[in-house]
């Protein structure tokens, strides 16, 4: 799910890059103000590198899934819920860098996207449950899917918002790969978060009660995944059409999804977004009500 | 435990001599350039990334085929836009996706990591992300090296099973963060004030 260079349009990478170096740059910044990440003694500096790597690490490690097939943990939604979103969030993007560099997995300028899909939708995502609901085996499944599913959709609409609009029959697919990377990023996620419990619970960050700034930026989340939704069942209709006329898709009758094309992509994406947005708004007015 | 990048970047030639900052800005305007290029102007960035290959005097074969890592995920997309019919649409995210992978290599190749990092924060970039980016670039081959290990314990009883796996990745986190504080001590012991210099 790491978008390669090439694939997203000027202003896409643009605008998602100033938004990840923004919120990335606030959050080590408030980070180094509750307890400062460099000082001497107290320094987390080199548990959140450590961290890092054991992400890569823990990403090799292979889950069977039947059929011969295998699966790995990708790890936001397991570091948030161990660790703490913020520290969640500077480390997979640190880890995304890497990858982008040395591994070319993700692009350079497409960095902003990949860190705002995976490091901060993607952790906040994967958080929310367990803040919620506390951590038992339901909400800590629930964020390593969320996590997934965010993500998923954000790469969707972001490469939709590029052009290159997937529907139809690839679209089912893409989404049926991105369910069932959810539920395994899920079960993967239980099983690591209570073999931590045994193994080292001494790691896990205290849970305070959540201040304004984290439930400012989770509604702002939902608000903003609500305007993507919005956005792209607005605009996507009319680009697909247009991309249908520009390609003389109207006349092709070999193409089975072209009667449906201009919907299915609107509707699905739009619906799944909104979706999702449902479950922050849910959330965020289930926590009052505690 | 080394990556190959590694290997190649403490090699010398022209490029590898260039200053990093020249070199990330230099990588940042060819990719955008290459993001905006259209079919025949791709054959212009292939020949400059190739001369610049040629400079740099690393493996031109490996090098490229290092490249084409990105190419299963981007085929993926681009077949999705050659389904919808348009061939050169395709052919064009195949061809951006691939040289803007290669630009990116070829800067990684000739760069060492601390050349890099300082370039970095020549830029401003928070030194707390700049220190984290040290620590797991130094333990990250480390603690993978574990974890392969330990799949291959696995394999050899037979292989993981799911549960298993689970266990395998607390027990890998475990070590990670005894790894960690025992570093960050002898880290302290041996005068660290918060800040690599």
Known sequence: ?290 | MRHLVDQWSRRSSPLHALDARAKLTALLLLLAGISLSQPWWLLADFAFLLTATVVSRLPTPALFKRAAFVLPLSAVIAAVAWFSGDTARAATLLGRSYLSALAALLFAATTPFPAWTAALRSWRIPPALISILQFVYRYMFVIAEEAQTMSAAARARGGFRFSAAAAAIGVLFARSWQRAESVHRAMIARGYRGRFT
Not at chain 1, 21 to 43: F, K, Y
Not at chain 1, 131 to 140: A, D, K, N, Q, Y
Not at chain 1, 149 to 161: E, F, I, K, P, W
Not at chain 1, 246 to 262: C, F, I, K, M
Request: proline share 6%; glycine share 10%; net charge neutral.
């Open chain 1, 1 to 290: 799910m790491h978008i390669p260079d090439g694939f997203l349009t000027p202003p896409v990478w643009l605008t998602l890059d100033a938004i990840s170096a923004s919120a990335i740059g606030w959050i080590a910044h408030r980070a180094d103000r509750m307890g400062p990440l460099e000082s001497p003694t107290t320094s987390r500096l080199p548990m959140l590198g450590v961290m890092g790597a054991f992400v890569f690490a823990a990403q090799m490690i292979n889950f069977p899934v039947g059929l011969g097939a295998s699966g790995h943990l990708l790890g936001g939604s397991l570091l948030a819920i161990v660790l703490g979103p913020a520290v969640a969030a500077l480390v997979m993007t640190v880890v995304l860098v890497l990858q982008a560099l040395l591994f070319q997995d993700g692009g350079i300028l497409t960095l902003g996207a990949n860190v705002f899909n995976m490091a901060l939708a993607g952790v906040a995502a994967g958080y929310l449950p367990t803040l919620l609901w506390g951590r038992s085996t339901i909400p800590i499944f629930l964020g390593g899917a969320l996590s997934v599913l965010t993500s998923g959709a954000l790469v969707l609409s972001q490469l939709n918002l590029s052009g290159t609009a997937i529907a139809g029959r690839p679209l089912s697919i893409a989404l049926a790969l991105f369910a069932l990377t959810a539920v395994l990023e899920g079960a993967i996620t239980v099983g690591a978060v209570r073999a931590i419990e045994r193994l080292s619970p001494q790691s896990f960050h205290a849970r305070s009660p959540i201040p304004f700034a984290a439930r400012a930026a989770f509604a702002s989340a939902a608000l903003a995944l609500a305007i993507c939704g919005a956005w792209i069942s607005s605009t996507s209709p009319d680009a697909l059409q247009q991309f249908a006329a520009s390609v003389g898709l109207e006349a092709h009758p070999a193409w089975p999804y072209a009667p449906l094309a201009g919907y299915e992509l609107g509707d699905l994406s739009s619906t799944g977004l909104a979706g999702l947005a449902f479950v922050f708004a849910i959330c965020a007015v289930g926590r009052k009500k505690h």
